[in-house]
């Protein structure tokens, strides 16, 4: 065992761990729950580290041993090793100084560990320049920068999926629905195109909100005013580490402002709970559509994935769009979070970032998953029912909206009340009473009428004799 002091008093730690007092205190004061701090956070502080004592050894307000010691030590810790060092919970108060912290410890023993000779201390050199509140936020916004290409892929792969079902579809007329009530006839390829419109905002959404991650206040300290660096480490600091990162991060002109007001987290997290709003909607589409089969709407089947029921025999369920609602709900609670812990900001700084972090991460990697497997798993093998919507047109009263401009809205109302009270479709009606020429309701209820994907001829739109 070994002992450390800080200002609290002494604790012991075990001489077979890299990290120290700040660490084990996080440990004892944060038992939220078992989820540890974010890896590419980790990952992200690490590479701060490293690009902040090139800087400080450029700048000549660090040794050049010393320098050479944290950043063999970084380059160490970003190959995976040691892992296991970094235990503070992804939940903890202080606003990331537990886990700025941890990596200092780690990087500051490790270090001293292939170089006994050298003495590193955690915050006098292997933090030296920075503060938590500017290290912490910049590793949120590398981190939350990293999972985005898997995300944005995914969603990519979902609208091209979305766009060649519609393409498929095109032709298969069904009957559309306002209020959960029959609606003019559409068909399941406008449905699925609307899905990959949607879905492409969404894309153009994230993609805009992401940009502001790329602003950084590192350089600024503890409230922005960039105390305790010198002016070459604020100069330089963003361009070292863009070499080792090369995530095109721009220090904020106004690094005050930048360390106490996180709307940019709250724009990128709202971006990402659009997507799961939409996600929501066309899931919910896929299981009413699906619904049956004997007795729902039975428009389209979905791929069979497992049994059902423990106790209904055959019965299959629409599992990938369950599961995709689930994860979108939780990417919804996520961005209520987000928007609390951003508001409840006070004065110089937002104490609550670590909950922000974790949230907003956790929303991009539950979207990438849902994504994928409701792509995979769901979309690429949707079958239409062309048959059973074909029929459900014709049946369908509704069909005889294409007559009130012929007709008249009372007479057309007339009509439909007298095809859902007897049974009879509204095209056979019109034909038994005579009450039009039978050329001119066949090309009225003709597919391509009923789209509206014909202009209609002044025969058409006359009145009736």
């Given at each position: 065992m070994r002992i450390e002091e800080d200002c609290i008093g002494k604790l012991e730690i075990h001489d077979n761990v890299l990290y120290g007092i700040n660490t084990v205190r996080a440990i004892e004061n944060f038992p939220i729950s078992t989820e540890k701090?974010?890896?590419?956070?980790?990952?992200?502080?690490?590479q701060i580290k490293k690009a902040a004592a090139q800087t400080n050894v450029a700048a000549g307000t660090l040794s050049k041993e010393k320098g050479h010691a944290i950043i063999t030590a970084c380059n160490e810790l970003l190959l995976g090793d040691h892992a296991d060092q970094f235990i503070v919970p992804a939940i903890q108060g202080g606003a990331g100084t537990s886990a700025n912290m941890n990596v200092n410890e780690v990087i500051a023993n490790l270090a001293m560990h292939h170089n006994p000779e050298i003495k590193i201390h955690p915050n006098d050199d292997v933090n030296q320049s920075q503060s938590t509140n500017d290290t912490f936020p910049t590793a949120g916004k590398m981190a939350m920068i990293h999972l985005l290409p898997k995300l944005l892929r995914q969603v990519n792969e979902m609208?091209?999926?979305?766009?060649?079902?519609?393409?498929?579809?095109?032709?298969?007329?069904?009957?559309?629905?306002?209020?959960?009530?029959?609606?003019?006839?559409?068909?399941?390829?406008?449905?699925?195109?609307?899905?990959?419109?949607?879905?492409?905002?969404?894309?153009?959404?994230?993609?805009?909100?992401?940009?502001?991650?790329?602003?950084?206040?590192?350089?600024?300290?503890?409230?922005?005013?960039?105390?305790?660096?010198?002016?070459?480490?604020?100069?330089?600091v963003v361009d070292y580490l863009n070499e080792l990162t090369n995530d095109h991060l721009v220090q904020a002109e106004d690094l005050i402002d930048a360390t106490q007001n996180c709307d940019s987290f709250v724009e990128f997290s709202n971006s990402l709970k659009s997507l799961a709003v939409d996600l929501i909607k066309i899931a919910n589409d896929l299981r009413l559509l699906s619904s049956g089969p004997q007795a729902g709407l039975n428009e389209m089947i979905l791929p069979a994935k497992?049994?059902?029921?423990?106790?209904?025999?055959?019965?299959?369920?629409p599992v990938i769009p369950e599961v995709v609602n689930q994860a979108a709900f939780e990417v919804i609670g996520h961005d209520a979070t987000v928007t609390m812990a951003a508001q409840?900001?006070?004065?110089?700084?937002?104490?609550?970032?670590?909950?922000?972090?974790?949230?907003?991460?956790?929303?991009?990697?539950?979207?990438?998953?849902?994504?994928?497997?409701?792509?995979?798993?769901?979309?690429?093998?949707?079958?239409?029912?062309?048959?059973?919507?074909?029929?459900?047109?014709?049946?369908?009263?509704?069909?005889?909206?294409?007559?009130?401009?012929?007709?008249?809205?009372?007479?057309?109302?007339?009509?439909?009340?007298?095809?859902?009270?007897?049974?009879?479709?509204?095209?056979?009606?019109?034909?038994?009473?005579?009450?039009?020429?039978?050329?001119?309701?066949?090309?009225?209820?003709?597919?391509?009428?009923?789209?509206?994907?014909?202009?209609?001829?002044?025969?058409?739109?006359?009145?009736?004799?």
């Open positions: 701090i974010h890896p590419l956070i980790v990952k992200g502080l690490i609208a091209t999926t979305l766009s060649a079902k519609a393409t498929v579809f095109a032709e298969v007329v069904k009957v559309g629905r306002t209020q959960m009530q029959d609606a003019v006839p559409t068909t399941l390829g406008n449905s699925f195109h609307a899905f990959h419109t949607v879905i492409n905002r969404d894309i153009d959404r994230i993609t805009y909100a992401a940009q502001a991650l790329h602003t950084i206040n590192l350089g600024g300290t503890a409230i922005g005013t960039g105390l305790n660096a010198t002016d070459f480490y604020r100069e330089h497992q049994a059902g029921s423990s106790i209904m025999p055959g019965k299959i369920n409840a900001g006070q004065l110089e700084l937002n104490a609550f970032e670590p909950i922000m972090f974790r949230d907003i991460l956790q929303s991009e990697h539950f979207l990438t998953n849902a994504i994928q497997t409701l792509n995979q798993n769901c979309l690429a093998d949707i079958v239409a029912c062309a048959d059973n919507c074909q029929q459900m047109v014709e049946n369908s009263a509704i069909t005889a909206t294409v007559l009130a401009p012929i007709l008249g809205y009372v007479t057309t109302t007339k009509i439909v009340k007298e095809a859902m009270k007897t049974g009879q479709s509204v095209k056979q009606l019109l034909i038994d009473q005579q009450l039009l020429p039978t050329e001119q309701v066949e090309q009225l209820f003709s597919n391509d009428r009923l789209l509206n994907r014909t202009t209609p001829t002044a025969h058409a739109i006359g009145t009736s004799k």
